[in-house]
Antibody, heavy 120, light 110 residues
Framework: EVQLVESGGGLVQPGGSLKLSCAAS????????MLWVRQAPGKGLEWVSG???????RYPGSVKGRFTISRDNANNSLFLQMNSLRAEDTAVYYC???????????????WGQGTTVTVS | QSVLTQPPSVSAAPGQKVTISCSGS????????VSWYQQLPGIAPKLLIF???KRPSGIPDRFSASKSGTSATLGITGLQTGDEADYYC???????????FGGGTELTVL
């Protein structure tokens, strides 16, 4: 079964740091570009970061310089290091598998269950 | 304010058809593939449509989508109460160099 399982969420003070992890199983992780997408309480989906199979990374302006996405293909894992956290970073964070590449996505076909980050 | 514009809500009776629009620009929908997602309350999003109009395996043909110019449309026929959810469109924006989503549309099946 294709699966993504996030962990590492929790409560953190403003200015603090947190590292999220995503364990992938059931598919060849190294073959896919991956994303982190978040959803603030009662709000819509917001793309947070993307990483290619080769390790190239992309970020929106809202998190650039504060968040770092990385991957460990040997251990089928995706990470999101979040620094200088703000109240507006409070959200459910989803790990997601991309069909296509980050700059030409066909769609996001696999989503994790999400992990909650609260900055307060 | 989302780059892609969706109506906040739509509604229709069971068995009827509904369409959800997603309006963008030449820097996003106009030059990139559109995908659509269904999010049931409290659950992660689910891919309904990829590459503008293709359904993943397991998605019933009651769900369809199209793209024209800088807009895209999701259609759902034979509405069921289980279709009540939030629906999002998504694509790549070349000006922003970002994956972008619409603000979401809440579907109510009356």
């Amino acid at each position: 079964e294709v699966q993504l399982v996030e962990s590492g969420g929790g409560l953190v003070q403003p200015g603090g740091s947190l590292k999220l992890s995503c364990a992938a199983s059931g598919f060849t992780f190294s073959y896919y570009d991956m994303l982190w997408v978040r959803q603030a309480p009662g709000k819509g989906l917001e793309w947070v970061s993307g990483i290619s199979t080769a390790g190239d990374t992309r970020y929106p302006g809202s998190v650039k310089g504060r968040f770092t996405i990385s991957r460990d293909n040997a251990n089928n894992s995706l990470f999101l290091q979040m620094n200088s956290l703000r109240a507006e970073d409070t959200a459910v964070y989803y790990c997601a598998r991309l069909v296509g590449v980050v700059a030409r996505p066909y769609g996001v076909d696999v989503w994790g269950q999400g992990t909650t980050v609260t900055v307060s | 304010q989302s780059v892609l514009t969706q109506p906040p809500s739509v509604s229709a009776a069971p068995g009827q058809k509904v369409t959800i629009s997603c309006s963008g620009s030449s820097s996003n929908i106009g030059k990139s593939f559109v995908s659509w997602y269904q999010q049931l309350p409290g659950i992660a999003p689910k891919l309904l449509i990829f590459e503008n109009d293709k359904r993943p395996s397991g998605i019933p043909d009651r769900f369809s989508a199209s793209k024209s110019g800088t807009s895209a449309t999701l259609g759902i026929t034979g509405l069921q109460t289980g279709d009540e959810a939030d629906y999002y469109c998504g694509t790549w924006d070349s000006s922003l160099s970002a994956v972008v989503f619409g603000g979401g549309t809440e579907l109510t099946v009356l």
